[in-house]
């Protein structure tokens, strides 16, 4: 925040007066978005494994950085699940919840283990009943647990799966003074890795005693368990060929599934394209890609021969692979926040530490689209969650509606939507439509509150600014501490 000078517009993309316009500008760009003109197929209920959300309407997972030190949910984690429960989405992806005090990616990130448990317990019991209160007993809502490892984001220290010629310069082993990844830091050998595979599966059971609906094995976002699948580099049983990099997931799918039995609705978040590094240019502050070597065994998803360009065979292939081990839920995601923002969540001003977008934000939704559809067309018979709606403002619904219709995707979950907006979906059940004054503006103060530097517990904690008072007060707040330091 104390750098705030970056937040400027330089351009303002999203200035549609109707859907018509938004359309106009899809077509002049050459896009395949669709919008329809009726949300109807959205309201349909869709079966997940041996249960039924009641909506194809979904949340997705949205860390607040607002737990306690010991990664319990506080006050502020329960406005928010409340909020989520109470908006009308039948499925409710929880937030990152690190298997392991080393595996979290800020200090205040929720945690599971023995200790924490029953308190998770009540944030779920609470989800849900504010739920049944708004929309009745008999609504079926599905909520998960997001289960993460942060690996080379992890807060302490980077965990590493390989070392990454590009990324390693800029990922930190030391934030304050700035000293990236030494030629000589270790990797987690694959001792490390199986002992991490029996924690997946303890904690497993700890969600499912709890009483979640799903556990997600998340490997997206460029964490752990997503590095792994690009590990071509890594020697050894855990990388190189493709059947290697997907030891850990099918391991801890097969453990858990032993251990757990099938009342436990296993998913996964995967990123279907990590994309390359980018970092702003200094005289515009536009992302422009960092160096990047040809080829590139260096992303899941990722054409190896012309690296900026998506190559979906083995992404494709890793959800066949979940679906025939009993995986019954994918959420595509993409991209890496710490260093290609504008490919995960397409923005109309950059976060703090990011760059001005080097692309119409359009382009991003639409690869969105796209290779979500790829995922969901190969494999028609799995439910799968997309992602990258919250910068169509009001016209996420239409946009979401028209890819269910066109078969491209299964639920439609917002992300930064739900903090500004967690009631869309009730606003949809009633009026057919969303509010304009009420949609997620995509200016990225979310983010911003999470990477505010300097402070000793690394970021504030995050909501919508520009659309939830209570947080429109944390980010004044914020500022002043900041400049008073
Ligand atoms: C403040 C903030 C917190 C987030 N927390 C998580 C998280 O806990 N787990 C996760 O998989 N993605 C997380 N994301 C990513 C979102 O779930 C989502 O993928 C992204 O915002 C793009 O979707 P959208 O266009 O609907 O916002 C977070 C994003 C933001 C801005």
């Given at each position: 925040m104390s750098d705030n000078s970056k937040m400027v517009v330089k351009r303002k993309h999203f200035r549609y007066r109707n859907i018509e316009d938004l359309r106009q500008e899809i077509a002049e760009l050459g896009l395949t978005i669709r919008l329809a003109d009726r949300v109807e197929n959205l309201f349909q209920p869709v079966k997940i494994g041996h249960k039924t959300a009641g909506n194809a309407f979904g949340i997705h997972p949205m860390e607040g950085c607002d737990c306690t030190l010991d990664g319990k949910p506080s006050e502020l984690t329960i406005r928010r699940w409340l909020r989520f429960g109470a908006?009308?989405?039948?499925l409710i992806w929880g937030e990152a919840t690190a298997i392991l005090e080393e595996a979290k990616a800020n200090s205040r990130q929720l945690e599971i283990n023995d200790y924490t448990a029953n308190s998770i317990e009540q944030l779920l019991t609470l989800t849900r009943d504010k739920h049944k209160e708004i929309f009745g007993a008999n609504e079926e809502v599905i909520v998960g647990m997001q289960l993460t490892h942060s690996g080379r984001y992890s807060y302490k220290k980077p965990l590493i799966a390989f070392r990454h010629p590009v990324v390693d310069k800029v990922t930190l082993v030391d934030k304050k003074k700035k000293i990236p990844i030494p030629e000589d830091y270790p990797i987690l050998s694959d001792d490390e890795l199986e002992r991490l595979e029996d924690r997946y599966v303890e904690v497993a059971k700890l969600a499912y005693r709890i009483g979640f609906d799903f556990i997600d094995l998340k490997q997206c976002h460029t964490y752990l368990l997503n590095e792994l699948l690009a590990a071509k580099t890594r020697e050894g049983k855990y990388g190189g060929s493709f059947e290697n990099r997907t030891r850990f997931i099918r391991n801890i799918i097969g453990k858990i599934r032993a251990e757990v039995g099938d009342g436990l609705i296993l998913a996964s978040r995967i990123n279907v394209y990590d994309g390359i590094a980018y970092m702003p240019d200094p005289n515009t502050n536009i992302g422009m890609p960092r160096e990047t070597p040809t080829p590139y065994p260096y992303g899941f998803g990722v054409d190896e021969n012309n690296p900026p360009q998506p190559n979906m065979s083995e992404p494709i292939k890793l959800v066949g692979l979940m679906k025939d081990s009993g995986v019954k839920l994918v959420n595509a995601s993409m991209g890496?926040?710490?260093?290609?923002p504008h490919i995960g969540r397409p923005f109309e001003r950059p976060p703090i530490d990011g760059y001005e977008t080097p692309e119409h934000p359009l382009v991003g939704v639409d690869r969105h689209f796209r290779l979500t559809a790829d995922i969901q067309q190969a494999h028609p018979d799995l439910p799968i969650v997309g992602t990258g709606y919250s910068w169509l403002q009001n016209y996420v619904v239409n946009a979401g509606e028209a890819n269910v219709q066109d078969g491209k995707v299964r639920f439609v979950a917002v992300g930064r939507g739900s903090m500004a907006y967690p009631d869309y979906v009730k606003d949809t059940m009633e009026s057919g439509q969303m509010a304009k004054n009420k949609s997620c503006v995509a200016i990225s103060y979310c983010t911003a509150l999470m990477r505010a530097k300097d402070n000793p517990l690394h970021q504030f904690p995050s909501g919508c600014v520009p659309r939830d008072r209570f947080y429109a007060q944390i980010y004044k707040d914020a500022e002043k501490t900041l400049t008073q330091q």
């Open positions: 908006g009308g989405a039948k890496s926040p710490y260093y290609n």
